[in-house]
T-cell receptor
Framework: GAVVSQHPSWVICKSGTSVKIECRSLDFQATTMFWYRQFPKQSLMLMATSNEGSKATYEQGVEKDKFLINHASLTLSTLTVTSAHPEDSSFYIC????????????FGDGTRLSIL | RKEVEQDPGPFNVPEGATVAFNCTYSNSASQSFFWYRQDCRKEPKLLMSVYSSGNEDGRFTAQLNRASQYISLLIRDSKLSDSATYLCVVNLGGTYKYIFGTGTRLKVLA
């Protein structure tokens, strides 16, 4: 149980393109989803937390107009990297936790984004 | 002081060895605790939640010491496939805030 699917796994695109990443909880209702990015050999960095039906809470230093998050249902959250540039190239990972505070997070497979 | 601290390692151990990692946390309001493993270029995978009374799952044992504010992970009979980075995650009580440690790298050697 507790499977989170993330799509796509890899994206390579030109600078200026907007990229949309989907995160789905397949067998549970995810009231809270998290978006992280991770650079090589570095720790996970939380970008934002989103609760179903409400606006995402962004971490300090993360541009909300650059990284658009939508959590329209209990099973789907999307992250759109708008007008991506090479410095946005990274490993983006979503996670989801079920109902109730203090539940473990379950991670998607991650999306490797490369902007040329 | 970091909110969640782990020794980054690497811990290099021979196959079959027993190895233990600690993770200290600074916020006494922390309520839920987890161990994850992360393989290179992959997502973290939940290894086990950590319960107050301690818990075991096969070769893995997790302990919580609230008085000293640390959790531990013990791996018995290490396998080559245990080589990974082990992340300690702490949830602050009553919140959706999770604090990740930077991870401890384990290498099990043949």
């Amino acid at each position: 149980g507790a499977v989170v699917s993330q799509h796509p796994s890899w994206v390579i695109c030109k600078s200026g393109t907007s990229v949309k990443i989907e995160c789905r909880s397949l067998d549970f209702q995810a009231t809270t989803m998290f978006w992280y990015r991770q650079f090589p050999k570095q720790s996970l960095m939380l970008m934002a937390t989103s609760n179903e039906g409400s606006k995402a809470t962004y971490e300090q230093g993360v541009e909300k107009d650059k990284f658009l998050i939508n959590h329209a249902s209990l099973t789907l959250s999307t992250l759109t990297v708008t007008s991506a540039h090479p410095e946005d190239s990274s490993f983006y990972i979503c996670s989801a936790s079920g109902r109730g505070i203090g539940q473990p997070q379950h991670f998607g497979d991650g999306t490797r984004l490369s902007i040329l | 002081r970091k909110e969640v601290e782990q020794d980054p390692g690497p811990f290099n151990v021979p196959e079959g060895a027993t190895v233990a990692f600690n993770c200290t946390y600074s916020n006494s309001a922390s309520q839920s605790f987890f161990w994850y493993r992360q393989d290179c270029r992959k997502e973290p995978k939940l290894l086990m939640s950590v319960y107050s009374s301690g818990n075991e799952d096969g070769r893995f044992t997790a302990q919580l010491n609230r008085a000293s504010q640390y959790i531990s992970l013990l791996i018995r009979d290490s396998k080559l496939s245990d080589s990974a980075t082990y992340l300690c995650v702490v949830n602050l009580g009553g919140t959706y805030k999770y604090i990740f440690g930077t991870g401890t790298r384990l290498k099990v050697l043949a």
